[in-house]
C-alpha cells in the first residue's frame, strides 16, 4: 500500500497531488517499501507480498501479466524465475545461474523445457532436477496456487 506524502510535501509548498494520483503503479515503488512499515510483512503495490519466507503472488496482477501471457516471466523483485505449467500449477525457480551468478539475461525455450541464461548460453531443464550444461541444477521453490494466488515458498 502507497502511503501519500501529500502532507509533507504540502508544507514545502510543493504540489504533488499527481504523483500519487496517476501515472500508473510503478511510478512510487522504486524503493523497498518494507522499510516504512515496522513487520515483517509488506505489500507494496506491486501484485505481491512477503510474509516471513513466503512470496504470495496475485497473478491476476498486470506486474505479472509477462507470466501469463508468455508463460514464464524472470521476477527480478524477488530474485525468481515463474513458470506456468496450466491455469492453477507454477513453478519458481531461484534467477541465480548455476554457471556464474547471472541473474537478468534468462530466456525460456518451450519446446526444450529449458531455461537459457544469456550470459553465457547455459540451459537449464525446468524439471528441477536435471542438470544444466555447467554447474548443476536450477534450483526450484516449493509454489503452491489457491484462488489465483500463488504461494512461492522461499527458503
Ligand atoms: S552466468 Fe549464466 S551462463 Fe554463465
Redesign the pocket.
Known sequence: MNTCPTVALAFMGVTMLEACSSGGDDSYTGGDTSNGNGGNESSNGNGYTTSGSNVIIDLSHSAFSKLQNDGWMNFTAMRMLLLKIDSSTYRAFTNL??????RL?WSYNTSTGKFM??????SYPDDCQSSGT??GKLDCYTTSYKDNKLTVTVS
Not at 541464461?117 to 547455459?122: F, N, Q, R, V
Request: include cysteine; charged fraction near 5%.
Open positions: 545461474c548455476p554457471h556464474a551468478s547471472g539475461k541464461c544469456g550470459y553465457h548460453g547455459h555447467a554447474g
